[in-house]
């Protein structure tokens, strides 16, 4: 059998396996074909990450493929020479032969480093190998798809520009950069998966070490992202509820979502909602604070109800230094790392400007940059992540305050829960102090 042909089956085989071991501890399913659901896993989770995210699996699935297709690249011949801020032909070669690149030369283009960039090639190469277009087969190495569609990821070209810097076809760009995200999304998309019991425990101790505050697991927010309506070329926007950990990990992530929705009403048409109501999600053992029983719980904004397992902060009589103060301090605190991740995800330059791209497209990109992003946090790449929150904590504030909505009254066990967490960040905040 071909080498590549074998190496694509192999790869395959394990990707189908791993996705029935995912599916066999999930029976979790969305039912909007329109949204791109990545989330809620559980042991089987982490398991398949660590066996994939391995150099040693990279390896196995791509040393059948003895015969990788070389090909270098060059600009338009019509150029005499390539004009500033291209790629040129010695640095089209280092992508194709897979060497190191200056970092300061590499990130710009492809949103990684050299190194990570070489690994994440080793180990999708099978995958980016396996598929041609329908009766066009391209002669392009693993390396060259992958540059290809990370290039569109990070810098938001167009697809022409993309065509003449690389010295292809347009359609091969388009189908480079979509392929990319499909791979992404169908065979790693458990890169981005809610912890089992045992990690939210050890999330939720990251947290309270940053405020004192026990027993909280992760920030949710939503995140939107423009496209270019092709009818009309208006600007539309879809919606993307993001959960994430301290360290801006994202553990779940639902995109589709019309823009103009509320935050709260997005979780309410969430299955991260239903599984949480249903005792699925947030069901350890609660912990005794001030005297109270309090469960898991997320921390939201304040288009966010107040609920027994989302803490939102205090609107009135908000006094600072009050046990309010410091519980909205801590709360603060707590959220910025959703802000970051949020931050650092429209830092893809893709994301950063209105896409031109069909609903479904767009959403498979929202995806596989979320997927990216745990990626370069994995591999400590911080190439694309950003260190502040820049501009978009008050755009997000403006956003959420003109999406906000008059929520029912909170429930009596909502608000002594809030209380008895606020009483403890004050102690907690005097503690350190």
């Known amino acids: 059998m071909d080498p590549r042909k074998l190496s694509a089956l192999l790869s395959s085989l394990v990707s189908q396996h791993l996705i029935l071991i995912i599916i066999l501890f999930d029976s979790n399913k969305n039912d909007d074909n329109n949204r791109h659901f990545i989330s ?5 989770f982490a398991i398949v990450q660590h066996l994939l995210s391995s150099q040693q699996i990279a390896a196995s699935l791509s040393f059948v493929s003895v015969s990788r297709k070389r090909k270098r690249t060059h600009c338009s011949e019509s150029d005499s020479e390539c004009a500033a801020g ?45 598929r041609d277009p329908v009766g066009s087969p391209l002669n392009l190495s693993a390396e060259l798809r992958l540059g290809i569609g990370l290039f569109r990821l990070s810098t938001g070209s167009s697809y022409a520009e993309i065509s003449r810097r690389f010295g292809v076809s347009e ?6 950069a979509k392929h990319l995200c499909r791979v992404l999304c169908t065979n790693f998309r458990f890169w981005v998966a809610f912890p089992s019991p045992e990690e939210l425990n050890s999330v939720s101790l990251e947290f309270e070490q940053l405020t ?12 939107r992202f423009n496209i270019v309506n092709e009818i009309n ?37 969430s299955t991260l909602c239903k599984d949480v109501e249903e005792g699925k999600l947030l069901n350890s053992t609660p912990l005794i604070v001030n005297g109270l029983p309090v469960n898991q719980y997320f921390i939201g904004d304040c288009d966010y109800p107040l609920l027994p397992w ?62 990216l992003h745990n990626v370069l946090l994995m591999r400590e790449d911080d190439s694309a ?45 005097s503690a350190r102090s």
Not at 394 to 409: I, L, P
Request: proline share 3%.
């Open 233 to 269: 070329g208006g600007i539309d926007s879809i919606a993307a509820q993001i959960v994430v950990d301290s360290s801006s990990r994202i553990l779940s992530i639902i995109a589709g979502f019309k823009g103009d929705k509320s935050d709260s009403k997005v979780l309410k048409c």
């Open 310 to 371: 989302l803490m939102v902060p205090f609107v009135d009589n908000v006094v600072p230094g009050s046990f309010r103060g410091e519980f909205n301090a801590a709360h603060c605190t707590m959220r910025a790392s959703a802000l970051k991740t949020v931050a650092s995800l429209k830092s893809w330059g893709i994301l950063e400007r209105p896409m031109r791209e069909e609903s479904k497209a767009s959403v498979a990109v929202v995806g596989a940059c979320s997927i």
């Open 212 to 223: 004192g505050l026990p027993n909280c697991c992760d920030v949710i927010d939503c995140a």
């Open 385 to 429: 992540l950003c260190e502040g929150m820049g501009d978009y904590s008050v755009q997000h504030d403006q956003s959420s305050q003109q999406h906000q909505q008059h929520h029912e009254e909170a429930s009596i066990e909502a608000c002594r829960i809030r209380d008895a967490l606020a009483k403890q960040a004050r102690v907690s905040s």
């Open 86 to 130: 291209e790629i040129t032909d010695e640095q089209l070669d280092r992508v194709g032969l897979g060497l190191n690149w200056d970092p300061d030369s590499f990130r710009p283009f492809f949103g990684m480093k050299s190194s990570t960039f070489e690994w994440l090639a080793g180990l999708l190469e099978p995958l980016l190998e396996c």
């Open 171 to 176: 359609s091969v760009t388009r189908f480079c």
């Open 40 to 44: 809620h896993g559980n042991t089987a």
